[in-house]
């Protein structure tokens, strides 16, 4: 089963060619925001550029299942 990718996040017309231009998903669009709001929570110690232990796998998930809920929350708001 395919996910919603809820269409274009940005949609713009090439200027010269007069093409559209769809760019990232809404999906992943979404799932990026919701990254930026998890890794908002990790600390990093002072003078590290590394993060061990962390479980990236689990987290871009969460980021994604975020990101579907919206998607969801969206269409069922267009449908009322």
Request: glycine share 12%.
């Amino acid at each position: 089963m395919t996910k919603d990718k809820g269409g274009p996040a940005f949609t713009t017309t090439h200027k010269q060619y007069g093409v559209p231009l769809e760019g990232i998903s809404l999906r992943d669009w979404f799932a990026g925001q919701a990254l930026v709001g998890i890794g908002s929570h990790i600390e990093v110690p002072f003078g590290k550029t590394r993060i061990e232990g962390y479980n990236w796998d689990h987290m871009a998930e969460c980021a994604y299942r975020i990101a579907d809920a919206m998607i969801q929350e969206g269409r069922h708001k267009d449908a009322v």
